[in-house]
């Protein structure tokens, strides 16, 4: 299995920081690396793909960037709405793997 | 606009199994597979599998044993069946579809069913 790990697990922001969520693979994957944005009892968003690539409709305060094993998502100034969890996730193989996580909370 | 809707059963007891379907409306059923995500309370996610309208099969090794899920082209519906659940199987269980381009991720999911095994 190819193991994604996320860092930090938590960041208490506030509105208007520009965040940075690192995600590291335990093997290269190239630029198979998509994002997603999980509010509570929601089910999760698709933000970027292919690493750097934005989703339709998802706000261009969001960038993504990397490949190879490490890779960032960018929130350039964050809005309210933003608070969440965010979650990496590789396709590189067909054994889909996520990151544990990263927690957005007010401060 | 892509949308899907699930339901099945929310609460199990241990040794019974799991089953789940997922309908796809107003959109195209081939060209796609269509996995299943789960994710335990406070946790992360996890695959469970996925299908394509054939029939074609991938199912993550930690719990092929256990899995198996199935399509109806018919009704644009798919289903996932899990035998002999325990508590670790408690989760969120989301359907997805799973857009297969040059670069495959989860574009479009379904609202979710908390599925709870408990004596």
């Known amino acids: 299995d190819i193991q994604m790990t996320q860092s930090p697990s938590s960041l208490s922001t506030s509105v208007g920081d520009r965040v940075t969520i690192t995600c590291r693979a335990s093997q290269s994957i190239s630029n198979y690396l998509n994002w997603y944005q999980q509010k509570p009892e929601k089910a999760p968003k698709l933000l970027i793909y292919a690493a750097s690539n934005l989703q339709s409709g998802v706000p261009s305060r969001f960038s993504g960037s990397g490949s190879g094993t490490d890779f960032t998502l960018t929130i350039s100034s964050l809005q309210p709405e933003d608070f969440a969890t965010y979650y990496c996730?590789?396709?590189?193989?067909?054994?889909?793997?996520f990151g544990q996580g990263t927690k957005l909370e007010i401060k | 606009q892509v949308h899907l809707q699930q339901w099945g059963a929310g609460l199990l007891k241990p040794s019974e199994t799991l089953s789940l379907t997922c309908a796809l409306y107003?959109?195209?059923?081939?060209?796609?597979?269509w996995s299943w995500i789960r994710q335990p309370p406070g946790k992360g996610l996890e695959w469970i599998g996925e299908i394509n309208h054939s029939g074609r099969t991938n199912y993550n090794p930690s719990l092929k044993s256990r899995v198996t899920i199935s399509v109806d082209t018919s009704k644009s519906q798919f289903s996932l069946k899990l035998t002999s659940v325990t508590a670790a199987d408690t989760a969120a269980y989301y359907c997805?579809?799973?857009?297969?381009?040059?670069?495959?991720?989860?574009?479009?999911w379904g609202q979710g069913i908390l599925v709870t095994v408990s004596s």
């Open positions: 107003d959109g195209s059923f081939s060209g796609y597979y």
């Open positions: 996730q590789q396709s590189y193989s067909t054994l889909y793997t």
């Open positions: 997805a579809r799973k857009y297969s381009g040059s670069y495959s991720n989860f574009d479009y």
